[in-house]
């Protein structure tokens, strides 16, 4: 009889050792899969990310840019570039001097453009990023060799500390040193989905959303300046929620695009063009993507009825107070580089 304990004590010590083997063996293999992953990100993007030298009233810093086009065009933070002068991206071995196109502290980020033949990174989509996607992000820290940087992706966040952002940002768990401000963040096809703008006390990030760069981008392209869309709508949140949106009408600007085109203060906002509306966040997101001139569609309950708008945007108005319409929260926006610099540590980014 104890032979047989004996024996099956062994048997059982044997199958155990080969399970655990198995999981270890298991666990490396997907380490070795997601490093093999992170460096081949890194192989196809590297020779787009350059390195931004420049001085301000704090001295000479140094950040990160990517290129968006081959004529030299390049992507990065508002803290590097933002106030700055005497810029130059490091390209290889390469110096060529850096300026400004523009720069949108209300987003964070700047444009800037080399005169050169450039790589440059494809455009990704951020609307596929979500809780838990992987991300790389690849940057100058410090005053090292460019590097890639990985972690996932925390939220998709409209606000922090009670503060709201001008748009939705990535926040992404990856962990961010100085030097690497204006940094792309990549999907795991090496596509730009959002660029580094900010850091939280060196352990994650915001990310602003490529599309929304893009659309300040080709502001500036088609316009000369950024331009803001103004519909002339407030928002408040519903008492109750009509068709699963919180997003109420309150106040109505007069002769607004709004009031004209027949919303009423109590109307419930379910969709602004492609942007489901659940929040009156959702409404300042979408606001974000508006520009005078555009042609909106607007789908609301009223009571019973579900109802489709089309509004055209106008300029927005210049008086005091129009910043608490054009469907936008009547809460604090970050407007300046100070604003940001107020509760997001920004000088560290740099």
Request: glycine share 10%; aromatic share 6%.
């Amino acid at each position: 009889m104890a032979a047989v304990l004996t024996r099956c004590t062994a048997v059982l010590a044997f199958v155990g050792s080969s399970v655990v083997a198995q999981e270890t063996a298991a666990r490396s293999s997907v380490a070795d899969t997601i490093a093999a992953e992170v460096r081949s990100v890194f192989e196809h993007t590297k020779k787009a990310v350059v390195q931004i030298e420049g001085n301000d009233e704090h001295g000479h810093f140094s950040g990160t840019g990517f290129f968006i086009d081959p004529a030299g065009t390049l992507y990065t933070s508002y803290t590097i570039g933002g106030e700055s002068y005497d810029l130059v991206a490091r390209l290889g071995e390469l110096k060529y001097p850096a300026r400004r196109l523009f720069a949108d502290p209300r987003s964070g980020v700047a444009v800037l453009k080399v005169d050169a033949e450039t790589p440059f990174l494809s455009i990704g989509d951020s609307s596929k990023v979500a809780v838990g996607s992987p991300i790389v992000a690849v940057g100058y820290a410090m005053d090292l060799p460019l590097s890639p940087t990985f972690g996932t992706v925390a939220g998709i966040e409209m606000r922090l500390h009670d503060r709201y952002f001008a748009t939705r940002h990535i926040r992404a768990n990856v962990c961010v040193q100085r030097g690497q401000g204006g940094a792309p963040l990549l999907n795991m096809q090496g596509d730009v989905v959002g660029v580094l703008i900010a850091n939280l006390e060196g352990n994650a990030c915001f990310g602003l959303p490529i599309e929304a760069a893009e659309k300040i981008r080709m502001d500036y392209v088609r316009h000369g300046d950024t331009r803001r869309g103004f519909l002339g709508i407030g928002v408040e949140p519903a008492a109750v929620s009509a068709i699963g949106s919180t997003a109420a009408i309150g106040d109505l600007t007069a002769d607004s695009p709004g009031e004209k085109g027949g919303l009423k203060p109590g109307d419930v906002i379910l969709q602004i063009n492609n942007h489901s509306i659940s929040s009156p966040e959702d409404v300042l997101n979408a606001a974000f993507f508006i520009a005078p001139e555009d042609d909106v569609k607007l789908r609301i309950a009223r009571g019973k009825e579900t109802l489709n708008f089309d509004l055209t945007a106008e300029s927005r108005p210049s008086a005091p107070g129009a910043a608490r319409t054009a469907g936008e929260i009547p809460m604090f926006l970050p407007g300046s580089s100070s604003d940001l610099r107020a509760f997001i540590p920004a000088d560290l980014d740099r």
